[in-house]
């Protein structure tokens, strides 16, 4: 009867303790949450609530199990596990631990600087994110290491690992010399400042905002919802745009090709009234002068301001679609045309111009095509431009 008690207590014991503490250790956190709403502490360590009952319930159960008797042929590899299990739970308690205090610090700042300097903010996310996965490595290396130094065939052969822990070392570091790279482009990612999560970049030609940042890849979420990993060491290595730097604001440009004809001033005001009446213009400033000519047409641009990336790709295609209907509307003569005419033949060297292919002269020495040496198309298009005239 003694041999079947005595592993029902102390196994039972273990569990009903374990659920007890956790309950209790529960209940508080939810009560100081509920009284301190200014910081999420509280709220973020009751995450950690599974891997403390298992370090509670581990501890508890390899301590007592001596005393259960139960198993005992296999004593020893229950124990063994039971160790494993305590610091493998233990390890994944620390991760929270030190998640929920690095949480709790970045959303105080944030709180408080969010709308001084968003860009220092997202700096510090950054930096934070860094650094928990940092911290997470580094306690898994630990925690592993621990486990396999349990193991007796391990500390054995702990000694070798040691005198070639050298070359091993150097073999590695040739082996991935990429990876390694990547990790120190991380770092320096994250404390040179160059590029935040959050922050609108370009990089080989795609415009899109960052959206996650680790040791290895970086990851950014274009216009259209694609998602293009890249190596961090691109980033230090290659020149890249970052829109989010310094401040937000942006100065845009929208080009027409219009007819010399077309009223300049006209699309000065009607440009000055489409900003007035569209939201994401930031009222800064505004232009539009001609840039370039050709035979043909003439080239208008115009400059528009923005808070930021997103407000200007608005403004831009708003002022483009608005001007090209006004055009359109008011002043049709305005847009580019192809326009033909008779060609001339060059005259003669008596001043007279050469007569045609059928021997006919044009009247007072000027010389044209006949209607027949026009092609139809261009003939129906020369005679639809006079009847525009």
């Known amino acids: 009867m003694e041999n079947l008690l005595r592993p029902l207590i102390v196994v039972g014991g273990s569990v009903v303790l374990t659920l007890v503490i956790g309950w209790a250790t529960d209940f508080l956190l939810r009560k100081a949450d509920e009284r301190h709403h200014e910081t999420p502490l509280w709220g973020l360590l009751r995450r950690g609530r599974i891997p403390y009952q298992l370090v509670l319930f581990a501890a508890l159960l390899r301590g007592s199990y001596d005393e259960a008797q139960l198993l005992e042929e296999r004593g020893e590899g229950i124990g063994q596990a039971l160790t494993l299990v305590l610091i493998g739970s233990a390890a994944w308690l620390v991760i929270r631990i030190a998640s929920a205090i690095v949480e709790t610090s970045y959303s105080r700042y944030a709180h408080a ?84 999560i959050g922050d609108t970049v370009v990089v080989d030609g795609e415009w899109g905002t960052v959206e996650e940042i680790t040791l290895t890849f970086l990851t950014v979420r274009t216009w259209d919802e694609r998602r293009i990993t890249m190596p961090v060491s691109y980033f230090t290595s290659k020149p890249f745009e970052n829109w989010s730097r310094g401040t937000p604001q942006m100065t845009g440009t ?75 509307d008011e002043h049709p003569y305005a847009l580019p045309r192809v326009n033909t005419a008779d060609a001339v033949l060059p005259p003669s060297r008596n001043g007279r111009h050469p007569s045609s292919d059928d021997g006919r002269s044009s009247r007072n020495g000027d010389h044209r095509l006949s209607p027949d040496s026009v092609p139809a198309q261009q003939r129906r298009y020369h005679g639809s431009s006079h009847r525009e005239r």
């Open 113 to 196: 600087r969010a709308h001084r300097d968003p860009a220092r903010v997202r700096r510090v996310r950054t930096q934070v994110t860094l650094i928990m996965r940092v911290v997470s490595a580094i306690v898994g290396v630990v925690a592993a290491a621990s486990m396999l130094l349990t193991f007796p065939a391990f500390r054995a052969a702990g000694a070798s690992l040691l005198a070639s822990a050298g070359i091993l070392g150097i073999v590695a570091g040739v082996a991935a010399q990429s990876t390694l790279s990547n990790m120190f482009a991380g770092f320096q990612i994250a404390f040179g400042d160059m590029v935040r």
């Open 254 to 328: 929208v080009f027409w090709h219009v007819d010399h004809s077309a009223p300049v001033e006209g699309m000065r005001e009607k440009l000055r009234d489409i900003l007035r009446e569209c939201p994401a213009w930031d009222g800064r400033a505004y232009n539009l002068t001609v840039t370039d000519t050709t035979p043909s047409t003439m080239e208008v641009r115009a400059l528009v301001t923005a808070k930021d990336a997103d407000d200007i790709w608005t403004v831009r295609v708003t002022v483009r679609e608005q001007m090209i209907g006004w055009l359109s």
